[in-house]
Structures are given as structure tokens and as C-alpha cells.
């Protein structure tokens, strides 16, 4: 409803310029009010989108964590495999070598009796000293075995363990890993633990950081030097800088007396190299 004021105010006269500045003045007042809506509903929409992104980034990040501690665990429960074969073949080993050796001494003291019997003395110290020799002899491979699972870190079979943790690695996250592996070249345990934390570190980070959907671990041998490389098809930089992964791969491998390297070209994928003395 109309004031008085405002009705004087329309019927009041005015000239042609103060018209259009009140006309001019009405349109930008609805422009600013149309901008300010619009700046509103548009950081409304943004607010929408960056809150499906972060959505969508804390699924993904989810999957992904979850996939890693699936391989972590996956890992795990290959070393532990692993150690609990060889124990319970190292066991079985114990058993036959002992029931062996009492077998081989019971039969040699029967004969020391009977001929003991027969007075043929130096026939029966003969037997003794035989049977004395098994005892030994099993003892000396019954402490060998104890020793082995005493010091625990030497009982996994090498290449066994790197196809396990390849084969639980394809399973988890849906990678291919080849394999060109010479078996018959014998590395010292400090050699193999590298090989086997830059193995899994290498899959990890290939997986995790470029997105690599297949490997080559190909151990081979030159010379008097055996080499390791484990190559993927990930994305990659022409300019390497190196994360605590990597330097803890180089960390671990120069400790040894290992060479270590990496390669890495964009549209190529990512390559890391070890080469040992054998």
C-alpha cells in the first residue's frame, strides 16, 4: 500500500535526466541483486562438488588403504607360511635322522653282544666304536637343525617366498607379474632379505604411486655378478625424486655392498635395479 510520501514522490515531477539515472539506478540495483544470487547459487554448486569429490577421494582412498593392508597382510601371512614348511620339514628331518641313527646303533650293539658272547672282543669294540660313530653323526645333524630354526631367519626357502608374495600380490590388487628367474644362483641371507623387502617395496610402490597394472622380475646372472630388476608399466617422470621408499631400498642395498639403481621415463614405466657379488 501506497504512503502519502511515496504517491507525492510518483506524482512529483521530474525531468528526463533524473528519469533515466532512476531508471539506470533500478536496473543496476537488479543486476547486483542477480549477481549476488548467482554468486551464491554457484559457490552452492561447488560446495556440492567439492564435497562429492572429497567423497569420492575418501572412497577411493578407502579401497586403496584397504587393498595395501590386504597386501600387507597378505605378506605377512606368506613369511609365516613360509617358516612354518620349512620348520615342519627341518622336524621331519629330525625325526628320520634320529630314528635312523637308533635304528643303525641298536643293530650294531646286538651284533657287539653276540659276538662279545662268542668272546671276539676285538670284533665287538669294532661295533662299538661304529655304533659310536652314528650316535655322533646324528647328533652333529640334529644340532645342525636345531640351529636352524634357532636362528630362524635362514629357513625360508628364497624363490619359494618370491612367487608366494608375487602370487598373494595378483590375488589382492589384480596385477600380472612375470617372472625370469634363475633359481640356480645362491645368495647370502643379507642378499636375500634385500632382494625380498625391495621386491615387495617395488610392487607396493608401483602399485600405490603409478597406478601399474603389470611387472617383470627378471634374477639373472653375468659373470661373477648377479643382477635383479623389477620393471612395471605405471606412470612415470622423466625427473626422479626420490621418497623414503626409495631411499630406504638404496639405504638397505648399499648396506651389503649392493648396487642399486632406478630408471624411470615418462610414458615408459619404472624400473629398479640391484646387482650383487656372487
Do not use: W
Amino acid at each position: 500500500m501506497c504512503t502519502i510520501s511515496s504517491i507525492a514522490i510518483l506524482n512529483k515531477p521530474y525531468d528526463k535526466g533524473t528519469i533515466v539515472i532512476l531508471i539506470m539506478g533500478s536496473f543496476l540495483i537488479l543486476v547486483i541483486v542477480y549477481l549476488i544470487f548467482f554468486l551464491i547459487n554457484r559457490l552452492l554448486n561447488q560446495n556440492l562438488l567439492i564435497q562429492e569429490s572429497l567423497k569420492d577421494a575418501t572412497i577411493k582412498k578407502m579401497e586403496k588403504d584397504s587393498m595395501y593392508d590386504d597386501l600387507r597382510v597378505a605378506y605377512e601371512k606368506v613369511e609365516t607360511m613360509t617358516a612354518l614348511k620349512e620348520r615342519n620339514r627341518i622336524a621331519r628331518e629330525i625325526h628320520d635322522t634320529v630314528g635312523h641313527t637308533l635304528t643303525t646303533v641298536l643293530v650294531e650293539i646286538e651284533a657287539c653282544k653276540r659276538l662279545m658272547a662268542k668272546d671276539n672282543i676285538e670284533k665287538s669294540l669294532e661295533k662299538l666304536d661304529l655304533a659310536q660313530g652314528q650316535v655322533r653323526k646324528g647328533l652333529n645333524s640334529i644340532r645342525e637343525s636345531v640351529r636352524i630354526l634357532e636362528k630362524g631367519n635362514e629357513i625360508m626357502d628364497f624363490y619359494s617366498e618370491l612367487k608366494s608374495i608375487a602370487a598373494e600380490t595378483e590375488k589382492h590388487s589384480g596385477v600380472i607379474i612375470k617372472f625370469q628367474v634363475d633359481e640356480s644362483i645362491k645368495f647370502s641371507e643379507d642378499q636375500k632379505k634385500v632382494i625380498i623387502s625391495t621386491f615387495v617395496e617395488g610392487l607396493t610402490n608401483g602399485i600405490k604411486h603409478g597406478n601399474s597394472t603389470a611387472f617383470l622380475l627378471k634374477i639373472y646372472r653375468e659373470n661373477e655378478r648377479a643382477y635383479f630388476s623389477l620393471e612395471n608399466n605405471g606412470k612415470a617422470s622423466d625427473v626422479i625424486v626420490p621418497g623414503f621408499g626409495l631411499r630406504a631400498m638404496k639405504g638397505r642395498a648399499e648396506e651389503i655392498g649392493a648396487d642399486f639403481s632406478v630408471l624411470s621415463k615418462s610414458g615408459e614405466g619404472f624400473g629398479i635395479y640391484l646387482s650383487f657379488e656372487v
